[in-house]
């Protein structure tokens, strides 16, 4: 369990630059924090999707 808590640790500090947020304000870090896993999110979705998927290799 520690193991891949580290993981997805280490994968938000890595793609979504949480160390450095540039927010001033509590409010702020957390805002820009889960506006970058919504992106996250919205992009891995969107590239899983079938319809993007090309049949031709």
């Not at 979504?16 to 509590?26: I, K, M």
């Not at 970058?36 to 999110?41: G, P, S």
């Given at each position: ?8 640790n ?5 793609q ?11 409010a702020?870090?957390?805002i820009?924090?889960l506006t ?6 919205a992009?891995t979705w969107?590239?899983?999707r079938p ?7």
């Open positions: 369990m520690r193991q891949t808590i580290e993981s997805i280490q994968t938000f500090k890595g979504l630059d949480l160390e450095r947020h540039g927010a001033r304000t509590p702020g870090v957390i820009r924090v970058r896993i919504l992106a996250l999110t992009a969107h590239n899983d319809d993007n998927r090309s049949s031709v290799p």
